[in-house]
Every structure is written in structure tokens, then in C-alpha cells.
């Protein structure tokens, strides 16, 4: 058990944790609807990165965006080992758990992508440096089959996990927000839960592809860009696109009132529940 006493200094980290969730969204959104309408291309995460980067306030950004994942990485498995939203040990609540600890890693390895990039040691081509090496060795790991495949019944499991917390508003348990707020909270959170549930289900499909066609060794791990150019490719890709990116910009938006008013409940923790 988490001793009460002990879980005030945590929650700030947490709280920075969304914050830079929302904020590599944002860009990755917008994007997606500069896409749309002719005047960009697609972006994923670590392009979102790059790009939030190469502002005039980069340097600080990076600082602050490396803190705010390491929290974030911190949070999610402080909330799958010790359980805090009270998920329980049957096989939804275990496969909860172990997405959120996904999500963690995911976002481990955005914040040494992002100390790569900081740090100068990773080119515009990704290559040379510490950071790119322990990202490109992680993404040698996803390229096998079995692991394709794995990662494809995850994501599939997560994304049907968003649109269902969207459809049921199983987000609003979890805040602690006047009713006022929360009327300005549930149709963003809806859309953009459904957004990135969407994009998840999209990148599942890319997943099992990639794994039927020789295991995909040596070609990119898909993500987030591959999905919203894969939605572009479909009749009608421009507008299917464009409501994807406002999607994930109010996902952003979602994790930034996340940041907010989200109930960081690490006094109810417990690693047996």
C-alpha cells in the first residue's frame, strides 16, 4: 500500500505528464488537418517532436517535454502496478493494466528520442547518437512477426477500449471538476477518445498487414503518421483526414483538462486490488 503521506509530491508530475501528451497532439492535429486541406503532410510523433524542437524556445521546450514524459512513463505504472483507477486482476482490468504500462514505454521512448534530438547527437536523418540507438533497437524488436502480431491484438484492444470510454464517458469517473466544466469536457473528450481509437484500429490493420508480408523485417514500425496516410488514401481521404486531425487535436485538448482536473488518486493505490 501507498502511504497517503506520500502521494501529494507525485501529483504535479503527473498533471506534466498530460500536459506533454497534449501538446505532441496538438501538433501531430494540426498537421493532419495542413494535410487535409493541401498545405502540409502528416506527422507522428517524433515528427511532432522534431517540429516542436525547432521553435525559438526548443531548448526549453525539450527540458520540459523530457520531464513531462518521464512523469508521464512514471504515472502509468504507478497506476498498472498499484492499480489506482481499480481496474482489478480479471483479464479486462490485467489488460488495462498492461496497456497503460505500454503506454509508459511508448512514452519512455518518445523522451529519449527527445533527449536525442535536445542533445544534437541525432541528424535530421536520425542517425548517430545514444538516443537513436536505443530507438532504433527497440523498433529492430517490433519488426518481428510475433511481435507484429502481438502488438496488432493491443492495439486493437486499445482502441476499442477509447471508443468505448467514449461511448459510456468512462473518462468522467475520473475527474474532479464542477458540472460546468464538465459540460465543456464530454464532448471533447468523445471525440477525441474516438479520434485516437480510431487511429489505433488503423494502425492495427497496418500491423497484421505488415506481419502477413514476411514478418516486415527492415521496414518502419507504423504509427500514428502511417494511420492518418492511410485515411488520406481512402475515397473521400481528404475529409476523412481533416475530421481525424480535429479529432486528435480535441484529444489534445482532452489531455491538457486531463492535466487539469483529473483525479491523481495515488492514496487509493494497492498492487493486490
Known amino acids: 500500500m501507498v502511504s497517503p503521506h506520500r ?27 495542413l494535410a487535409a486541406i493541401g498545405s502540409g503532410e502528416e506527422q507522428g510523433s517524433r515528427d511532432a517532436l522534431r517540429t516542436i524542437l525547432n521553435t525559438p524556445f526548443g531548448d526549453m521546450t525539450a527540458i520540459l ?46 523522451a529519449v528520442f527527445t533527449f536525442g534530438l535536445w542533445n544534437g547527437s541525432q541528424g535530421d536523418e536520425g542517425e548517430g547518437g545514444s538516443g537513436s540507438q536505443i530507438v532504433d533497437f527497440i523498433v529492430s524488436i517490433v519488426g518481428s512477426q510475433v511481435v ?6 493491443v492495439f486493437i484492444g486499445v482502441g476499442i477500449a477509447h471508443i468505448a470510454k467514449a461511448v459510456r464517458k ?14 465543456f469536457v464530454h464532448p471533447i473528450a468523445r471525440t477525441g477518445l474516438t479520434a ?19 514478418g516486415g523485417e527492415g ?6 503518421e502511417d494511420a492518418l496516410s492511410f485515411v488520406q488514401g481512402l475515397p ?27 483525479r491523481i488518486n495515488v492514496e487509493d493505490a494497492d498492487a493486490v486490488r
Not at 504515472?75 to 509508459?104: E, M, Y
Not at 473521400?236 to 483529473?262: D, K, N, P, T
Request: charged fraction near 10%; hydrophobic fraction near 55%.
Open 236 to 262: 473521400f481521404g481528404g475529409i476523412l483526414l481533416g475530421a481525424m486531425g480535429v479529432g486528435l487535436m480535441a484529444f489534445a485538448l482532452y489531455s491538457i483538462l486531463e492535466a487539469i482536473w483529473r
Open 170 to 183: 468512462g473518462y468522467a469517473r475520473h475527474f474532479e471538476a464542477p458540472q460546468k466544466v464538465m459540460d
Open 7 to 33: 502521494h501529494v509530491w507525485f501529483k504535479p508530475f503527473a498533471r506534466t505528464g498530460y500536459a506533454a501528451r497534449g501538446l505532441v497532439y496538438i501538433v501531430i492535429g494540426f498537421f493532419a488537418v
Open 219 to 224: 521496414s518502419p514500425t507504423p504509427g500514428v
Open 65 to 110: 517535454l523530457m520531464c513531462g514524459m518521464v512523469s508521464y512513463l512514471i504515472w502509468r505504472f504507478i497506476q498498472a502496478i498499484f492499480d489506482t483507477d481499480q481496474h482489478g486482476l480479471g483479464f479486462k482490468g490485467a489488460a488495462i493494466r498492461g496497456g497503460l504500462i505500454a503506454s509508459g514505454v511508448t512514452y519512455g521512448v518518445l
Open 148 to 153: 507484429a502480431y502481438a502488438l496488432t491484438a
Open 196 to 214: 485516437r481509437g480510431l487511429s489505433f484500429l488503423v494502425v492495427a490493420f497496418l500491423l497484421f498487414y505488415r506481419g502477413l508480408n514476411a
